[in-house]
């Protein structure tokens, strides 16, 4: 933790003194540098014109001339070099449209929660009002009372949701990206003829440098803005990057962070010029991810508004590096959670309305789920990717598809994200010649002609996170679990092993493992998990 603090002030510090020597540089001769920065950013011409009669300027006069061609070239220079960074990136794996489907096929949407738990949705059964639209939405198709995710952060839940495939067969980890052998269902549809796109408001993880724009047409991830430019600066990530200077400056959100609402609008504007064929579309809302920051009235609508000038989780991170959060503190934290999550859930249900004033909600597979949950202290851990319990792995998902899934249906039985891409395309009658791993959930709902399907193990990965204080379990190494005949079996890199009965304690506060019975439970499934 200290050499992360102390290699960030020396970077901070060396760029502040390559700044100013670069700043005496340049503000020494004007001259000789104007014609540089003017070649390749002629749209700055107005900002660094010159006086009429630069001969009869005063001195004071030239000065701020020189000063407003200086500002206005380092805006060129960082404005350019963005906007040409996000040219190069949408253009990575980016797929042309071939021909249209032969047959007519359905659109595809998949919108991910990001940060959404089951626990804390009134549609699985929480006491407050979080999601309306959800439940709604239950009642026009499948609802999934037991899904779980496969990894408990964005990057590997997510390309295990494009490919059907685990975690650790991808080697992403928190530095590495999706590998590019599998293929992912967007490459698939594109190779059938759906038009692609994809809208991320998680632009950290969940972005196309770590492989999840691959087999989109069109992928917005980061959209240039002010602080998209400053986040190229090393000194400004370390600057912004400090709570306090935060809290100094009223920033209270992520820099990473695009609203749900942008979201929607891309999408719907999308919508109005896509191709005259099927589409696959994926939107990823983050405004559920701490820090929790909705707009009025959710703000306060589980209790009093968080006070914005003070973060005691901090942004992004975890309260583990300063003192535990009082009871006080995490119920503040749970109103403020709840508040974004309905929401979010407010904007789901303005995104479905506006496919039915499209005209497109009828002839569109919707699929709704997270990819994570979220943990608030119930094993004394705040957030999400530090260990394997259900709060972070028990997740939502729904799906509806009008004349392919029946109305009200809600599945009991335990499933894993990692069968959704392989029910997408059963759902559309499509065999893919490149296949993807995975079984099809539509056996659970009795979808005719479906064969049942034998209950199989339920897997899921975290990777290590190296940085965190040794009372993390995943600091000593990568975990993995197994879900099986109601158990849930979390093993750490050491071999120590938790046993618990979501079936009688949901919140997994008693570990079986002491019992012998528990003990005999545990060896079989030990044994199923090294065989996965």
Not at 272 to 279: H, I, N, V
Not at 408 to 434: M, Y
Not at 438 to 443: E, F, V
């Amino acid at each position: 933790w200290m050499l992360q603090v102390i290699h960030k002030a020396a970077a901070a510090v060396l760029s502040a003194g390559v700044a100013t020597m670069v700043a005496r540089i340049v503000c020494g001769r004007p001259d000789r540098w104007e014609s540089w920065w003017r070649r390749p950013f002629r749209w700055v011409a107005g900002l660094t014109a010159q006086p009429p009669a630069r001969e009869q300027a005063s001195a004071p006069s030239r000065d701020l001339v020189d000063r407003r061609r200086l500002l206005a070239g380092c805006v060129g220079i960082l404005g350019g070099s963005a906007l040409a960074s996000q040219h190069w990136l949408r253009s990575l794996g980016r797929f042309d449209l071939g021909p249209p489907p032969s047959r007519q096929l359905p659109n595809v949407l998949l919108v991910v929660l990001d940060t959404v738990r089951a626990a804390s949705l009134s549609t699985y059964g929480y006491g407050r009002p979080t999601s309306p639209n959800l439940q709604r939405l239950a009642t026009e198709g499948v609802c999934f009372e037991r899904a779980f995710s496969t990894a408990p952060w964005t990057l590997p839940s997510h390309a295990s949701l494009f490919t059907g495939r685990y975690p650790r067969e991808l080697g992403v980890d928190w530095t590495s990206p999706m590998t590019g052998e599998c293929p992912t269902l967007a490459e698939i549809l594109a190779r059938l003829g759906y038009a692609t796109v994809g809208f991320a408001g998680n632009a950290l993880y969940c972005n196309r440098v770590f492989g999840l724009g691959r087999g989109f047409n069109q992928y917005e991830d980061v959209v240039p803005s002010m602080s998209f430019i400053a986040s190229c600066s090393e000194i400004d990530r370390t600057m912004l990057g400090n709570e306090v200077v935060r809290n100094a400056l009223g920033i209270q959100d992520l820099d990473v962070r695009r609203n749900v609402e942008a979201i929607n609008a891309s999408f719907l504007r999308w919508l109005e010029d896509a191709p005259d064929r099927p589409f696959f579309a994926f939107l990823n809302y983050f405004d559920a991810h701490s820090p929790y920051l909705p707009p009025a009235p959710f703000d306060s609508m589980f209790g009093p508004p968080r006070p914005r000038h003070t973060q005691p989780f901090p942004l992004g991170g975890d309260p583990a590096y300063g003192q535990p959060l009082s009871e006080d503190e995490i119920e503040m934290e749970r109103n403020a959670y709840d508040g974004a999550v309905a929401y979010v859930d407010q904007q789901l249900g303005r995104l479905l309305d506006g496919l039915d004033e499209r005209g497109r909600r009828q002839e569109t597979l919707v699929i709704v789920l997270a990819d994570h949950g979220e943990e608030f202290s119930e094993h004394g851990i705040m957030g999400h990717s530090k260990d394997l319990y259900l709060p972070l792995l028990h997740v939502p998902l729904l799906i509806s598809a009008p004349g392919r899934t029946p109305v009200g249906k809600r599945v009991a039985e335990p499933i894993s994200l990692r069968d959704v891409p392989a029910t997408v395309l059963d759902l559309l009658e499509v065999s893919a010649k490149d296949g993807l791993p995975g079984t099809s959930l539509a056996p659970f709902w009795g979808a005719a002609g479906a064969t049942p399907v034998a209950r199989s193990p339920i897997i899921s990965q975290a990777n290590q996170i190296k940085r965190l204080p040794a009372r993390f379990p995943i600091a000593r190494g990568d975990m993995s679990s197994i879900v099986l005949d109601g158990h849930h079996l979390i093993r750490d890199c050491d071999g120590c092993e938790e046993l618990y009965d979501i079936e009688a304690d949901c919140w997994e506060l008693q570990d079986l493992r002491k019992s012998s019975r528990g003990a005999k439970i545990a060896a079989e499934l030990g044994k199923r998990l090294d065989r996965a």
